[in-house]
């Protein structure tokens, strides 16, 4: 089992829509999550961090947290053309250093 | 742009040489870590610093490769003796451990390629 695992993709949504993308992970200690953002070709940009059970929004984007089903998801709403991007879960560990999922590309159809 | 700075960005070189990037934290950030990432993938982990000191090497980081950090700003990542599968992008983060979630920051990549 992979320690940071997102759902296989890709995921297509029409513009407007609302996408969701998930991601498990298996260390029951961790703490903090993140959510990042990688355009075809550009480094992670950081979009997202939950600490705590349930929902953090900021803008259109929205993360839940769920640590009993260690369980990380990422809701963005009012999908835009200019979202379509790979979108990586990562994890902390307690040394410090994030621990990734493979990734999850999603496309917004115009 | 006070942002993590790499250098250089790309590099091509031959199978059997040696290669150094450079990367350049965000000016108050104490820790500043190197992680690889191949196509389809996501970053994998190599090493990180707190100031100058090394704290934690990946499995995956050979004894081909070595970092240095040696006044807790800038740090260098060295790869001896390339190989094909080296050919990666290799990224590097800064982050400030004082804060609540200790969010990484990514620098551009220096993507190289081993022919």
């Known amino acids: 089992q992979k320690e940071v695992e997102q759902n296989s993709g890709p995921l297509s949504v029409p513009e407007g829509a609302i996408a969701s993308l998930n991601c498990t992970y298996s260390d029951r200690v961790s703490q903090s999550f993140f959510w990042y953002r990688q355009y075809s070709g550009k480094s992670p940009e950081l979009i997202m961090s939950?600490?705590?059970?349930g929902d953090k929004e900021d803008g259109r984007f929205t993360a839940q947290l769920n640590k009993a089903s260690q369980y990380v998801s990422l809701l963005i709403r009012d999908s835009q053309p200019s979202d379509s991007a790979t979108y990586l879960c990562?994890?902390?560990?307690?040394?410090?250093?994030?621990?990734f999922g493979q990734g999850t590309e999603l496309s917004v159809k115009p | 742009d006070t942002g993590v700075s790499q250098d250089p960005r790309h590099k091509i070189t031959k199978r059997g040489q040696n290669v150094t990037f450079r990367c350049d934290p965000i000016?108050?950030?104490?820790?500043l870590y190197w992680y690889r990432q191949t196509l389809g993938q996501g970053p994998e982990f190599l090493t990180y610093f707190q100031n100058e000191a090394q704290l934690e090497k990946s499995r995956l980081l050979s004894d081909r490769f070595s970092a240095e950090r040696p006044k807790g700003s800038f740090s260098t990542l060295e790869i001896q003796r390339t190989e094909q599968g080296d050919s990666a992008m290799y990224l590097c983060?800064?982050?400030?451990?004082?804060?609540?979630?200790?969010?990484?920051?990514f620098g551009p990549g220096t993507r190289l390629t081993v022919l």
């Open positions: 983060a800064s982050s400030l451990d004082r804060t609540r979630y200790n969010e990484q920051f």
């Open positions: 939950i600490y705590s059970n």
């Open positions: 990562a994890v902390k560990s307690q040394g410090g250093k994030l621990i």
């Open positions: 000016s108050e950030h104490n820790r």
